[in-house]
C-alpha cells in the first residue's frame, strides 16, 4: 500500500500547476519524481486522478 497525503492548499495558490506548487513548497521530494507520478496516475486530487498542466481552482 502506497502512502497517503492529504494537503491543505491556500487561495493564493489559485491558478498555479500542481507541479510548480510542489516543487516550491515540498523540496525533499525531486521535481522528476513528481512529474513521474502525475504521468502514471499516482496524484490524486478528490479521488481523481492529477493531470499534467492540472492548476488548482478555489471552490467555495
Known sequence: MEPKIKINIEEKF?????DKWF??????IPQSLIE????KGKIL?????????TKFKIMI
Open 14 to 18: 489559485e491558478n498555479i500547476r500542481f
Open 23 to 28: 516543487k516550491k513548497n515540498i523540496k525533499s
Open 36 to 39: 513521474r507520478f502525475l504521468r
Open 45 to 53: 486530487v478528490n479521488k481523481k486522478k492529477l493531470k499534467v498542466l
